[in-house]
């Protein structure tokens, strides 16, 4: 927590980068640009880890203490990922969020992953999910088979629509799709934003995420914000922040004056990048004076970046703050905090390591 704030991860993973797990070569690839990536969007050799540590199997116990016990934030909703393309468990395998969730059961939101193109099986593990307790979805953009790309529709009538369907049935109201970046040799326009519009429109009872908004396609993720049930993730948008700070201001700027300010939602994406210093740097971020003055983009006030760190997310899974915080005041991770503050970022994983 900051200054009263509730500080809300909207994405956190358990990566498996390791060779074992990939499925095809071209993993290799992506694991390539996955250590690339950590290393430019982290702040300093604190929080940079060299691609021999990040590029582990890693486990929900490192992800928790990173999460939970090296940065300020109070509750953090774990991704699965269904790159069973490129990585045999997925990449971010739900059960490793299973394991999270059981671990924090009061700090955990759990997203199951899930493809819609795989018909019945979709539907059938849908009801698995749904038996187990996870409190939403994530599904992906697209899939990669033999040098094509399959753009994942959530407006397919074959299988987006019933795949929605199947979720409301099973009382799950919130879908999270990644979008924006794309994730090995992939075509990149499968990555956009065309199918959100229609269900968005047909489901209006169903609550869907954009993640990495603003990334790329900066001006169709700012319609979208006309839709009231589009929700707009920040994983690896907020990391620009650091070493492209215009152009995150430029990002924030336009969605923002489209109208997503109460719909907006900070996320890290550990373990790609270490959750504290985003929480710094988003904290003390302002709007530059230019882009205020010559392009009307609203001031990042406090009261936005206390919407957008914590309370949207708590509005959009139905957690109430009073409530919150008398289940999490006396917990494990609360006494630790009150005892020893913040340790530092990837402490425990590099300490694991020399022992």
Not at 15 to 26: H, K, L, M
Not at 318 to 339: C, P
Request: aromatic residues 12%; contains cysteine; proline residues 6%.
């Amino acid at each position: 927590m900051i200054d009263d704030m509730i500080v809300a991860d909207a994405v956190v993973h358990c990566y498996n980068w390791v060779r074992e797990n990939w499925a095809i070569p071209e993993a290799e690839i992506a694991s390539g640009a996955g250590a690339g990536f950590h290393s430019v969007l982290s702040t300093d050799d604190e929080s940079r880890l060299t691609p021999e540590e990040f590029l582990r199997n890693w486990s929900p116990e490192e992800l928790e203490r990173a999460v939970f016990y090296e940065s300020d934030v109070d509750i953090a909703s774990y991704h699965g990922t269904p790159i069973w393309d490129f990585y045999k468990d997925g990449h971010s395998d739900t059960e490793k969020g299973f394991a999270l969730k059981e671990r924090q059961p009061d700090r955990t939101i759990l997203y199951g992953a899930v493809n819609p193109y795989q018909g019945q099986k979709a539907l059938d593990d849908i009801d698995e999910l749904a038996d187990r307790g996870v409190n939403a979805l994530k599904v992906y953009a697209a899939f990669y088979d033999n040098a094509q790309t399959t753009q994942i529709r959530l407006d397919d009538p074959e299988f987006g629509y019933p795949f929605i369907q199947k979720a409301l049935d099973r009382g799950i109201r919130v879908i999270a799709t990644h979008k924006a970046i794309p994730f090995g040799p992939v075509d990149p326009h499968k990555y956009g934003m065309q199918d959100i519009p229609g269900a968005c429109a047909a489901f209006p009872q169903m609550q869907f995420e954009v993640v990495h908004a603003g990334f790329a396609f900066v001006e169709e993720t700012g319609f979208l914000a006309a839709l009231p049930n589009c929700w707009f993730n920040l994983e690896v948008s907020a990391a620009l922040i650091f070493n492209a700070p215009r152009r995150f201001a430029e990002l924030m700027g336009q969605l923002l004056m489209a109208g997503a300010g109460d719909r907006l939602l900070f996320a890290t994406g550990c373990a790609l990048v270490h959750p504290q210093p985003s929480i710094q740097a988003f904290r003390k971020f302002e709007m530059p004076r230019e882009l205020v003055e010559g392009w009307a983009y609203p001031e990042l006030t406090d009261d936005l970046k206390r919407a957008i760190i914590g309370e949207n997310f708590m509005r959009l899974h139905g957690i109430d703050r009073d409530d919150f915080l008398a289940r999490t005041a006396d917990d494990d991770v609360s006494r630790h905090r009150a005892e020893h503050g913040l340790d530092k970022p990837w402490s425990s994983l590099r300490a694991a390591a020399v022992a």
